[in-house]
Structure formats: C-alpha cells, structure tokens
C-alpha cells in the first residue's frame, strides 16, 4: 500500500538557519503530495502542496519539490525562526482517492 | 474560509460511557468528512471516511461498532465512541473536503478524550 517516510526528529535549530526535511513515499499511482503543519495546541493546517512531477509548493518561505525519480518531497526553508516551531508531516493522497496517508511527523525546535 | 471546528476540544469520562464528538464545516459544504486518530507524538491514523447521507467506510482494524459516526448534513459528522475505555483515550481529529476539491482537507483543531 501507500506509504510516507519522513526523517525522523526530532531536529532542533538555532534561528535563521537552514531546514531541510526529508519525506519520501511509495505509491502505486501518480499521488498528490502535501506538507502539513501542526503549531502547539492546535489542527493540522495545510503548509504546501504539489500535485505532478516537478511542481514546486511554496508558502511562508518553506518549499518543497515533487520529485517523480526520486519518489521524494522533501521540505525546505533558507532561515527559520522561532515561530516555525511545530510539528510537520508529510502526506500523499492518490489521485481521486481522497485519502491522506501521513508520515510519522517531524518535531522542529527553534531557538533563539 | 475553510474552518472546521469541533467539539467539544476536550473531554474526560468514566470507563464504560459514551462520548460523542462533533465536526462541523463552518463556511462550506462538506460531501466528505475524515476522522482520524492521533496517539502522543506519533502520526494520524485514518479510522473512516464519511459521506453525506450514506454509511461510513472504516478502515481495517477499526470497529465500526465501537466508533459510531454519522454524517447526516453537508456541514456536520459526528463521533460517537461507545463504551469508553482507558485504551480509547487518544486525540481525535476530523478534516472535511468540499465538494469542488479532490485532494484538499481542512482539518479541525482536535479533541482530546480522556477515559479514566
């Protein structure tokens, strides 16, 4: 079945340095990919998206690329801060299925 | 726009109650509801799909007998865990899809139950 592995946290960082998180999935078809971000205390919120190959998802400067060969998507942003705190899952949905399927989370610490 | 609310946010009840747990689109019309489980620092879990008017799809593993949900209007599902026991405590989230998005949920805050 469908799947999502991200790196495992969890990962603390000094601010206005640079994060990369690693997700990649496996999936029988061509799977619309998201980054979802949990702050302390509250829902998920959707961060990014991308739904083909090669599109780039941006949003409150985090980025992550669809990458078809190397079945990843991996979250990037150039300098965090502290408010980047939170916890961040990747997940994939196949395409008319509807279903999300996540990643364990990556807890992210910033600090001043 | 796209807000999900539920409640209540959290709740604590003896072992052997019912609670219910609501999920209400608050500025669309949902045809599709999730509800999902997320266990301490670990990831969500989808336990059912709900459709407007029609049964919920459970996922594997999970007793549809013991979480009861019902999705009788576009803006509204509800969680129904009966006969509660301590392994039942977890936080339960519920997302909604508009009818116009294939691939899109809008995720409520949560609920946390406690069952002592």
């Known amino acids: 079945g469908d799947s999502v592995t991200q790196m495992e946290g969890p990962v603390t960082l000094s601010e206005e340095a640079f994060l990369t998180i690693n997700c990649t999935y496996t999936?029988?078809?061509?799977?619309?990919l998201f980054w979802y971000v949990q702050y302390p205390g509250e829902g998920l919120q959707l961060l990014l998206k991308?739904?083909?190959?090669?599109d780039k998802g941006s949003n409150k400067g985090f980025e992550a690329t669809y990458r078809k060969e190397t079945t990843s998507f991996h979250l990037e942003k150039g300098s965090v801060q502290v408010s980047d705190s939170a916890v961040y899952f990747c997940a994939l949905s196949d395409q008319g299925a509807q279903k999300l399927v996540f990643g364990q989370g990556t807890r992210l610490t910033i600090n001043p | 726009g796209a807000v999900v609310s539920q409640h209540p946010s959290w709740v604590i009840c003896k072992s052997g109650t019912s609670v219910k747990i609501e999920c209400r689109s608050l500025?669309?019309?949902?045809?599709?509801m999730f509800w999902y489980r997320q266990f301490p620092k670990q990831s969500l879990m989808l336990m059912a799909t709900?459709?407007?008017?029609?049964?919920?799809?459970?996922e594997q593993g999970v007793e549809k007998d013991k979480f009861l949900i019902n999705h009788a209007s576009l803006t509204l599902s509800t969680l129904t865990v009966t006969s509660a026991h301590p392994e039942d405590s977890s936080f339960y989230i519920c997302?909604?899809?508009?009818?116009?998005?294939?691939?899109?949920?809008?995720f409520g805050p949560g609920t946390r139950l406690t069952v002592l």
């Open positions: 997302s909604a899809s508009p009818p116009v998005s294939l691939v899109e949920q809008f």
């Open positions: 999936a029988t078809g061509y799977p619309s």
């Open positions: 500025d669309f019309q949902a045809t599709t």
């Open positions: 709900s459709n407007e008017g029609s049964k919920a799809t459970y």
């Open positions: 991308a739904t083909k190959a090669d």
